[in-house]
Protein backbone atom coordinates (compact mmCIF):
# COMPACT_ATOMS: atom_id res chain seq x y z
CA UNK A 1 0.00 0.00 0.00
CA UNK A 2 1.08 3.22 0.10
CA UNK A 3 2.24 5.05 3.00
CA UNK A 4 2.80 8.47 4.33
CA UNK A 5 4.68 9.01 7.35
CA UNK A 6 5.24 12.53 9.46
CA UNK A 7 5.20 13.19 13.61
CA UNK A 8 1.59 13.97 14.62
CA UNK A 9 2.62 16.68 16.62
CA UNK A 10 6.22 19.09 17.84
CA UNK A 11 6.46 21.73 19.31
CA UNK A 12 9.28 24.82 19.51
CA UNK A 13 9.91 28.22 20.78
CA UNK A 14 9.72 31.20 19.37
CA UNK A 15 12.83 32.49 17.23
CA UNK A 16 14.17 28.88 16.95
CA UNK A 17 14.76 26.54 14.37
CA UNK A 18 12.10 23.16 13.57
CA UNK A 19 12.64 20.81 11.16
CA UNK A 20 9.44 18.22 10.23
CA UNK A 21 9.99 15.05 8.65
CA UNK A 22 7.93 12.95 6.17
CA UNK A 23 9.00 9.77 4.49
CA UNK A 24 6.75 8.36 1.79
CA UNK A 25 5.94 4.48 0.51
CA UNK A 26 4.41 5.19 -2.86
CA UNK A 27 3.88 3.22 -5.93
CA UNK A 28 6.26 5.51 -8.11
CA UNK A 29 7.49 9.72 -7.61
CA UNK A 30 6.17 12.33 -9.28
CA UNK A 31 7.11 15.11 -6.92
CA UNK A 32 5.99 16.09 -3.13
CA UNK A 33 4.38 19.25 -1.68
CA UNK A 34 4.42 20.51 1.60
CA UNK A 35 0.91 22.49 2.46
CA UNK A 36 0.66 24.98 5.56
CA UNK A 37 -3.30 24.48 7.51
CA UNK A 38 -3.92 26.65 9.83
CA UNK A 39 -6.82 25.41 12.07
CA UNK A 40 -9.90 25.80 10.73
CA UNK A 41 -8.53 26.80 7.49
CA UNK A 42 -7.55 25.36 3.92
CA UNK A 43 -4.46 24.28 3.24
CA UNK A 44 -2.04 26.12 1.50
CA UNK A 45 1.12 25.57 -0.87
CA UNK A 46 4.54 26.20 0.81
CA UNK A 47 6.63 24.05 -1.42
CA UNK A 48 7.54 21.54 -4.17
CA UNK A 49 10.40 19.11 -4.29
CA UNK A 50 10.70 16.33 -7.63
CA UNK A 51 14.78 16.31 -7.61
CA UNK A 52 16.80 15.52 -4.73
CA UNK A 53 18.27 18.58 -2.85
CA UNK A 54 17.37 21.92 -0.59
CA UNK A 55 14.78 24.50 -2.04
CA UNK A 56 15.36 27.36 0.24
CA UNK A 57 12.15 30.15 0.09
CA UNK A 58 12.62 32.23 2.75
CA UNK A 59 12.13 31.74 6.17
CA UNK A 60 11.23 28.07 4.86
CA UNK A 61 13.35 25.23 3.22
CA UNK A 62 12.14 21.69 1.47
CA UNK A 63 14.89 18.90 1.40
CA UNK A 64 13.99 15.55 -0.91
CA UNK A 65 15.84 12.17 -1.28
CA UNK A 66 14.16 10.37 -3.36
CA UNK A 67 16.44 7.68 -2.85
CA UNK A 68 15.39 7.53 1.08
CA UNK A 69 12.19 8.24 0.49
CA UNK A 70 12.53 10.93 2.71
CA UNK A 71 11.39 14.95 3.16
CA UNK A 72 11.92 17.26 5.18
CA UNK A 73 10.22 21.13 5.82
CA UNK A 74 12.77 23.58 7.88
CA UNK A 75 10.79 26.45 9.50
CA UNK A 76 13.84 28.75 10.60
CA UNK A 77 13.23 32.22 12.69
CA UNK A 78 10.17 30.63 13.98
CA UNK A 79 7.26 33.16 14.38
CA UNK A 80 3.76 32.66 16.74
CA UNK A 81 2.40 32.67 13.45
CA UNK A 82 3.70 29.56 12.03
CA UNK A 83 1.76 27.37 14.40
CA UNK A 84 -0.29 25.21 12.38
CA UNK A 85 -0.25 21.96 11.12
CA UNK A 86 1.92 20.73 7.91
CA UNK A 87 1.19 18.33 5.39
CA UNK A 88 3.41 16.48 3.32
CA UNK A 89 1.68 15.14 0.24
CA UNK A 90 3.24 12.87 -2.72
CA UNK A 91 2.76 12.71 -6.06
CA UNK A 92 2.52 8.83 -7.20
CA UNK A 93 2.81 7.01 -10.89
CA UNK A 94 -0.84 7.40 -11.58
CA UNK A 95 -0.06 11.65 -11.12
CA UNK A 96 -2.64 10.76 -7.46
CA UNK A 97 -1.68 13.14 -4.50
CA UNK A 98 -1.24 11.14 -1.77
CA UNK A 99 -1.31 12.79 1.83
CA UNK A 100 0.31 12.16 4.82
CA UNK A 101 -1.97 13.02 8.27
CA UNK A 102 -0.36 15.87 8.62
CA UNK A 103 2.36 17.55 11.54
CA UNK A 104 0.61 19.77 14.19
CA UNK A 105 3.16 22.29 15.24
CA UNK A 106 2.89 24.36 18.02
CA UNK A 107 5.07 27.76 19.20
CA UNK A 108 5.69 28.79 22.90
CA UNK A 109 7.03 32.22 23.33
CA UNK B 1 -3.53 31.62 -10.21
CA UNK B 2 -6.69 30.27 -9.27
CA UNK B 3 -9.38 31.67 -6.81
CA UNK B 4 -11.95 28.99 -5.73
CA UNK B 5 -15.00 29.59 -3.84
CA UNK B 6 -16.96 27.44 -1.76
CA UNK B 7 -20.21 27.38 -0.09
CA UNK B 8 -21.39 27.38 2.46
CA UNK B 9 -18.84 27.63 5.24
CA UNK B 10 -20.91 25.98 8.17
CA UNK B 11 -23.40 23.60 8.04
CA UNK B 12 -25.79 21.97 10.62
CA UNK B 13 -27.35 19.08 9.18
CA UNK B 14 -30.16 16.66 11.02
CA UNK B 15 -29.82 13.00 10.12
CA UNK B 16 -31.67 12.17 6.73
CA UNK B 17 -31.22 15.32 5.77
CA UNK B 18 -30.09 16.25 2.37
CA UNK B 19 -26.72 18.04 1.26
CA UNK B 20 -25.32 20.27 -1.85
CA UNK B 21 -21.89 22.40 -1.36
CA UNK B 22 -20.78 23.93 -4.55
CA UNK B 23 -17.52 24.84 -5.86
CA UNK B 24 -16.71 27.45 -8.21
CA UNK B 25 -13.32 28.41 -9.79
CA UNK B 26 -11.72 31.26 -11.81
CA UNK B 27 -8.49 31.82 -12.85
CA UNK B 28 -8.24 28.94 -15.32
CA UNK B 29 -10.18 26.79 -17.60
CA UNK B 30 -10.44 22.80 -17.75
CA UNK B 31 -8.89 22.48 -14.35
CA UNK B 32 -8.87 19.09 -12.33
CA UNK B 33 -11.27 19.44 -9.48
CA UNK B 34 -11.38 17.44 -6.24
CA UNK B 35 -13.55 17.01 -3.46
CA UNK B 36 -11.97 16.27 0.11
CA UNK B 37 -13.01 15.19 3.60
CA UNK B 38 -10.76 16.19 6.66
CA UNK B 39 -11.66 14.31 9.71
CA UNK B 40 -9.83 15.77 12.79
CA UNK B 41 -6.35 15.29 13.02
CA UNK B 42 -6.22 12.86 10.00
CA UNK B 43 -5.65 13.72 6.90
CA UNK B 44 -7.59 14.80 3.18
CA UNK B 45 -9.34 11.81 2.15
CA UNK B 46 -9.91 11.87 -1.53
CA UNK B 47 -13.69 11.80 -2.43
CA UNK B 48 -14.21 12.32 -5.77
CA UNK B 49 -12.03 13.66 -8.48
CA UNK B 50 -13.12 15.18 -11.67
CA UNK B 51 -10.87 15.94 -15.17
CA UNK B 52 -13.48 17.52 -17.39
CA UNK B 53 -17.76 18.44 -17.71
CA UNK B 54 -19.42 15.23 -16.74
CA UNK B 55 -16.83 13.14 -15.65
CA UNK B 56 -16.75 12.02 -12.21
CA UNK B 57 -14.02 9.43 -10.49
CA UNK B 58 -15.60 7.94 -7.21
CA UNK B 59 -12.66 7.08 -4.58
CA UNK B 60 -14.47 6.08 -1.38
CA UNK B 61 -17.88 3.95 -1.92
CA UNK B 62 -20.05 6.01 0.20
CA UNK B 63 -23.55 7.75 0.38
CA UNK B 64 -22.18 10.98 -1.21
CA UNK B 65 -22.47 11.87 -4.90
CA UNK B 66 -20.51 14.53 -7.07
CA UNK B 67 -21.77 16.49 -10.04
CA UNK B 68 -20.00 18.49 -12.67
CA UNK B 69 -22.55 20.39 -14.86
CA UNK B 70 -19.97 23.22 -16.21
CA UNK B 71 -16.48 23.34 -16.73
CA UNK B 72 -15.66 25.54 -13.75
CA UNK B 73 -18.75 24.04 -11.10
CA UNK B 74 -18.38 20.89 -9.23
CA UNK B 75 -21.10 19.89 -6.64
CA UNK B 76 -20.82 17.69 -3.60
CA UNK B 77 -24.56 16.10 -2.56
CA UNK B 78 -26.21 13.63 -0.50
CA UNK B 79 -29.89 12.68 -0.71
CA UNK B 80 -29.66 11.55 3.17
CA UNK B 81 -27.06 12.61 5.13
CA UNK B 82 -25.36 9.89 7.79
CA UNK B 83 -23.44 10.74 11.09
CA UNK B 84 -20.59 9.46 9.81
CA UNK B 85 -20.66 12.06 6.64
CA UNK B 86 -19.35 15.02 9.79
CA UNK B 87 -16.46 16.24 8.98
CA UNK B 88 -14.62 19.38 6.69
CA UNK B 89 -14.75 19.36 3.10
CA UNK B 90 -12.57 20.92 1.10
CA UNK B 91 -12.57 21.11 -2.76
CA UNK B 92 -9.27 21.87 -4.77
CA UNK B 93 -8.76 22.78 -8.03
CA UNK B 94 -5.56 21.60 -9.83
CA UNK B 95 -3.67 20.52 -13.00
CA UNK B 96 -1.62 17.02 -13.55
CA UNK B 97 0.66 15.64 -15.88
CA UNK B 98 4.70 15.50 -16.46
CA UNK B 99 6.03 18.81 -16.59
CA UNK B 100 3.63 20.28 -14.04
CA UNK B 101 3.64 20.69 -10.21
CA UNK B 102 0.25 19.73 -9.67
CA UNK B 103 -0.01 21.91 -7.19
CA UNK B 104 -3.62 22.34 -5.50
CA UNK B 105 -5.42 25.39 -4.76
CA UNK B 106 -8.25 25.27 -2.03
CA UNK B 107 -11.53 26.95 -1.30
CA UNK B 108 -11.98 28.11 2.17
CA UNK B 109 -13.92 24.60 3.39
CA UNK B 110 -17.22 24.03 4.42
CA UNK B 111 -17.49 22.16 8.16
CA UNK B 112 -20.48 20.09 7.88
CA UNK B 113 -22.47 19.00 11.40
CA UNK B 114 -24.71 16.12 11.11
CA UNK B 115 -27.18 15.39 14.39
Known amino acids: GQNIDQPTEMTATEGAIVQINCTYQ??????LFWYQQHAGEAPTFLSY??LDGLEEKGRFSSFLSRSKGYSYLLLKELQMKDSASYLC??????????WGAGTKLIIKP | SQTIHQWPATLVQPVGSPLSLECTVE??????LYWYRQAAGRGLQLLFY??????ISSEVPQNLSASRPQDRQFILSSKKLLLSDSGFYLC??????????????FGEGSRLTVL
Open chain 2, 27 to 32: GTSNPN
Open chain 1, 89 to 98: AVIDSNYQLI
Open chain 1, 49 to 50: NV
Open chain 1, 26 to 31: TSGFNG
Open chain 2, 50 to 55: SVGIGQ
Open chain 2, 92 to 105: ASGTSGSGDTGELF
